[in-house]
């Protein structure tokens, strides 16, 4: 039964000659599958219908072959031998009555051909975006006449496909509709140049010609950066970008709002709140009697009702909290809001998608595994018989392996050493711009308070000679892992050579509030986010700090979580002294000695306290301590394999799906060949 303050998010709305069965729409997004692996994208976009939203969408959809976006596995629709792969999609969406909806893309300037090896197309000469040494074709007449057909050919084919909503995308930067549109990307100066209204020609023109070919039986959605966050430079929300929506108000029977680029329209919850992206898209309604979908990383029910009714939007687009929650439209209308497991906005989804992998999440570790292993985000398999479980440490891998296997019918005991469930979550959530992590414990905690067949025993300490006296037969550790302090990293297994005049502290110690004193060095050679989260708890703190890498940039990998340049400039505002492309090779009388890892040359920095962020040693001592013997004893998480929490989680989902299976090969799954 619809609760009634939610029923405005159940209305049916109607887009062009479709209908949506309600308001929850999920945008096309990324999933790192693609045309390379077709069953497990159908499966995932499926699940999704099944949990409730309206409108399913593709990722992005490569239309012709100098289009080509190799490594990243996306969609492909050069062909209509193309057409079979998505079909397996719009069937597994139809089954549950959604509408199916495919972003059809020429990349442009964004697209390098690695795998066609053909020339892209731009609106000018110009090098292609992302650091590859080429450039892209300037088009002339004909090959604008070429790439509306390329349009009208591959709406078609998605008609084929089955198809209900079928895009044009001008989003993100990464549309050659898009390049046009820019004054950034397009220096023309005939009559697709210039001018605002030259520079949308293109950009009407397609819209115009897939509403030909297939509006009869399709919604033609048009996916927009009303924003480039450029300034005068850019197309601005305020400026051209409501001019260019008033000049094609009518058109598309979708406006689908967004911002560019991608790190802006996709920012993590360290530096944008659920609704940051209201103040680009609340004026677009007055513009356009067409309906209007935008995202916002929402999560919660009420903001969702908010942003209808305050008529900022027709329909809530999510893609990170579809991927957290596939089924949050249901528990929304079943009023089990407390059972919504919320997007913590880590972007580690993104990061598959960079790395041309299958798509995980933090909170979700059934994200990508619909397919190659059937596991279900609300669904669980029967326990093979009656039988009790122990598991040691309730931090993330713990809670989703208890959580798991007591849907599965197990009981189960925890015992937690600590006054508090958490783990490494409950701890890195404390830092600086972390708090919403704290959902992946809260979510199942809650779960689990909820469940008779579930303990926790707090302040519990496991020892190797206390872990028989349990009673169990069945084991299952899980208790996390430190951070070194002797200097080892991936870079060398020497340890640290020091002489004593330097405290040295790890984030582990940083956390307990052992706090540093001086003049601070924070060395990273572990690239994610800890070191940077410390470096701003430092500056809070008024202390000197100078970071320290080897690496060329500030926390170099959250590249893949789109938060790189973000991250470094605000270390930079906050006066944190960076040095980059340095190791560190000792300490010596007050003072950090760091060899450049190109010339060698070695310089001196002073310091009170150095704090290691380097790597972790597995909390493993139980498990290969013991001499017991017991019927089932397992190692999971950060105790197995210290890693990010996304895979601490996923540890504790594969336990619990595969305990009690005799001779089962947990690293095999389904290949989709």
């Not at 940051?276 to 995202?295: A, M, N």
């Not at 690496?551 to 400039?569: C, F, H, P, R, Y």
Request: hydrophobic fraction near 35%.
């Amino acid at each position: 039964m619809i609760v009634s303050r939610y029923d405005i998010l159940f209305e049916p709305v109607k887009i062009g000659p479709v209908i949506a069965p309600n308001r929850f729409y999920q945008v096309p997004h990324c999933n790192g599958m693609g045309h390379r692996f077709p069953r497990s994208l159908a499966k995932m976009r499926g699940i999704k219908a099944e949990g409730g939203w309206g409108v399913v969408c593709t990722e992005e959809v490569e239309i012709h072959p100098s289009s080509d976006i190799t490594p990243y596995n996306q969609g492909r629709l050069w062909d209509d031998s193309d057409i079979a792969n998505l079909k397996l999609m719009t069937d597994a969406v139809h089954e549950h009555g959604s509408l199916a909806g495919i972003e059809l893309v020429y990349q442009g300037l964004a697209g390098k051909n690695h795998y066609t090896r053909l020339p892209t197309f731009a609106p000018t000469h110009a090098s292609v975006l992302g650091g590859y040494p080429m450039q892209a074709r300037a088009m002339d007449k004909q090959d604008i006449k070429n790439l509306r057909k390329w349009y009208r050919d591959a709406a078609i084919r998605s008609k084929k496909a089955g198809f209900d909503i079928v895009y044009t995308y001008a989003g993100h930067g990464l549309s050659v509709l898009m390049h046009f549109l820019s004054r950034q990307h397009n220096d023309r100066v005939d009559e697709y140049g210039g001018s605002l209204k030259n520079r949308a020609r293109l950009l009407k023109e397609v819209l115009i010609d897939t509403k030909e070919a297939v509006g009869d039986t399709c919604a033609v959605a048009l996916r927009i950066a009303v924003d480039e966050l450029l300034g005068k430079d850019g197309i601005q929300a305020s400026a051209e970008g409501s001019d260019v929506i008033e000049m094609l108000a009518e058109i598309p029977d979708l406006w689908d709002v967004n911002i560019s680029s991608w790190e802006n329209d996709s920012a993590t919850s360290r530096f944008s709140k659920e609704g940051f992206q209201e103040q680009y898209t609340k004026h677009v309604k007055s513009l356009t009697t067409k309906p209007v979908v935008g995202v916002g990383r929402f999560t919660s029910p009420d903001a969702m009702v908010s942003q209808i009714k305050r008529g900022v939007l027709d329909l809530i687009g999510a893609a990170r909290p579809s991927i957290a929650d596939p089924f949050l439209p249901n528990k929304v209308r079943d009023n089990k809001l407390d059972s919504i497991r919320e997007c913590i906005g880590c972007n580690i989804c993104v990061s598959s998608d960079n790395y041309a992998a299958p798509i995980r999440c933090t909170q979700n570790p059934t994200m990508g595994e619909e397919w190659r292993r059937n596991w279900h985000p609300e669904k669980i398999k029967a326990k093979h018989k009656d039988d009790s479980v122990l598991i040691v440490g309730a931090g993330p891998a713990g809670l989703e392996c208890a959580h798991a296997l007591a849907n599965r019918g197990y009981d189960i005991v925890i015992a937690e050493k600590s006054r508090v469930a958490g783990g490494r979550v409950l701890r890195e959530s404390k830092l600086p711009g972390l708090s919403e992590w704290k959902r992946v414990i809260d979510y199942r905690l809650n779960a689990i308070k909820q469940m008779a067949n579930v303990e926790i025993y707090y302040e519990s300490e496991v020892t190797e000679e206390n872990i028989s006296e349990f009673g169990y037969e069945n084991i299952i550790i899980a208790t996390g892992a430190l951070w070194k302090k002797n200097g080892q990293n991936r870079d060398t297994r020497r340890h640290l050579k020091q002489d004593g005049t330097v405290k040295i502290l790890s984030p582990d110690d940083i956390m307990d509030g052992i706090l540093p004193d001086g003049k601070v060095v924070i060395y990273d050679a572990d690239n994610y986010y800890m070191a940077g989260v410390l470096a701003e708890k430092c500056r809070e703190l008024s202390l000197d700090v100078t970071y320290i890498t080897p690496e060329s940039k500030v926390s170099a990998w959250t590249e893949n979580t789109l938060e790189q340049g973000k991250i470094q400039e605000k270390l930079l505002q906050k006066n944190v002294k960076v040095k980059l492309n340095h190791r560190l090779n000792e300490i010596q009388d007050n003072r950090v000695v760091v060899r450049c890892v190109y010339t060698g040359d070695t310089q001196r920095v002073s310091c009170d306290s150095l704090i290691l962020v380097t790597e972790r040693h597995p909390n493993d001592f139980l498990y290969t301590g013991n001499t017991n013997t017991f019927k089932n004893f397992s190692l999971i998480g950060d105790a197995y394999a210290p890693g990010i929490i996304a895979q601490a989680v996923h540890s504790g989902r594969l336990q619990a799906e595969t305990f009690g299976d005799k001779d089962v090969d947990s690293s095999i799954f389904n290949r989709d060949k």
